[in-house]
């Protein structure tokens, strides 16, 4: 467990973890561009059997058919590569060893995100043919990864103002 540590807390792969993330998220704009209509994992507030089918009559068959191979391909890289950034940030800047325990926060972002994918693939390969029960499951999934990163990014925040503060404070008292 402590070589995996080790590699997610090196600047070599959290700097390559970073440049992978920038790249992904220029696929899922390209992407979103494409579809002509934002892409429904991204909503906020989850969506409904009605919006879901609007944007899904939006994005054509073609654009169905791409966002379906997106999240079976790109979207299923993304998490590992943005939890392995997030989980390594958090290592690297946990003031105290017992913070180090807010690492797993993007582990709970990274499950939801990847049970999220497979659910919109069989919402998108399967349109029309859709039910109320399979969009809810979805919705409710796209809503807990949403809780998870807004845990994940608190928590990095936290760890960076704790960090920060320590540095002012050894800063001061050397004066």
Known sequence: MGGIIKFIEDRRVLMACTILSVVL????????????G?????????????TLRELMLVYGADGRASYALASITLDAIFPFVYGTLAIGLL???????IL??????PVFVMAFDLAENVQLYFLLSGFPEITEAAVSAASETTQMKSL??????????????LRLVLVIYQQVSRS
């Not at 998220?25 to 002509?36: D, H, K, P, S, V």
């Not at 290592?91 to 060893?97: G, K, T």
Request: hydrophobic share 65%.
């Open 148 to 161: 998870a990163v807004l845990a994940a990014l608190l928590a990095l925040a936290f760890q960076l103002s």
């Open 38 to 50: 934002p892409m429904f994992d991204t909503l906020q507030g989850g969506y409904d059997l009605m």
């Open 25 to 36: 998220i220029m696929a899922f704009q390209e992407l979103t561009q494409r579809l002509g």
């Open 100 to 105: 180090r325990l807010l690492a797993i926060l």
């Open 91 to 97: 290592l690297r800047l946990a003031a105290f060893p």
